[in-house]
């Protein structure tokens, strides 16, 4: 299976600042990367696919980039309701998540 | 409105066996393959398996063997089928819609979350 590194653990961010979040796959898979949320007690919720695309309803603050091993979400103006945990996961095959970066308020 | 609901958690002791189910609304089991994933307390995030528009299922090496997913689509109900359960097994199962084409899946949405917990 593909392993997924996320880096740092955990970002502390001020609100209104941008957080930049990374992801890095074992092996290339392409554009085949996708990010979620997590909030406290709830499901992840999908936010980008293909890399840099976002799932419907997810606001333009949130942007991804990256190719082969090497991915970056970040977020821009870093609003109350963005301080989560995210995941990221590779879909070039069986699927696989890395263990999470927690934004937290600095 | 896709929507996913999860039932059946509950605590088990090693050994033994418990049945989640899942009610799909908004798709269908043509439209998209379904996949459960798990996410163990205070951990990260873990594939089980999914069945697909066809009915083919593929399974994580973890529970491959003493895992079956399976569904009833006359009731929009999807089943995971756990056997031989592990302590490790201990986790909050999550039911989701399958997005892309196999084998690049992701997951979109997800329902709530059922807890199976497996201690003596």
């Known amino acids: 299976d593909i392993l997924m590194t996320q880096s740092p653990a955990t970002l502390s961010v001020s609100p209104g600042e941008r957080a930049t979040l990374s992801c890095r796959a074992s092996q290339s898979v392409s554009t085949s990367l996708a990010w979620y949320q997590q909030k406290p007690g709830q499901p992840p919720r999908l936010l980008i696919y293909?890399?840099?695309t976002r799932a419907t309803g997810v606001p333009d603050r949130f942007s991804g980039s990256g190719s082969g091993t090497e991915f970056s979400l970040t977020i821009s103006g870093l609003q109350s309701e963005d301080f989560a945990v995210y995941y990221c996961?590779?879909?070039?095959?069986?699927?696989?998540f890395g263990q999470g970066t927690k934004v937290e308020v600095k | 409105e896709v929507q996913l609901v999860e039932s059946g958690g509950g605590l088990v002791q090693p050994g033994q066996s418990l049945r989640l189910s899942c009610t799909i609304s908004g798709f269908t089991f043509g439209d998209n393959a379904v996949s459960w994933v798990r996410q163990a307390p205070g951990k990260g995030l873990e594939c089980v398996g999914f069945i697909r528009t066809k009915g083919t299922t593929e399974y994580a090496a973890s529970v491959k063997g003493r895992f079956t997913i399976s569904r009833d689509g006359s009731i929009s109900t999807a089943y995971l089928q756990m056997n031989n359960l592990k302590i490790e097994d201990t986790a909050i199962y999550y039911c989701?819609?399958?997005?892309?084409?196999?084998?690049?899946?992701?997951?979109?949405?997800w329902g709530q979350g059922t807890l199976v917990t497996v201690s003596s």
């Open positions: 293909d890399s840099s």
């Open positions: 989701t819609r399958v997005r892309g084409s196999y084998p690049r899946y992701w997951f979109d949405p």
């Open positions: 996961q590779q879909h070039y095959n069986w699927p696989t």
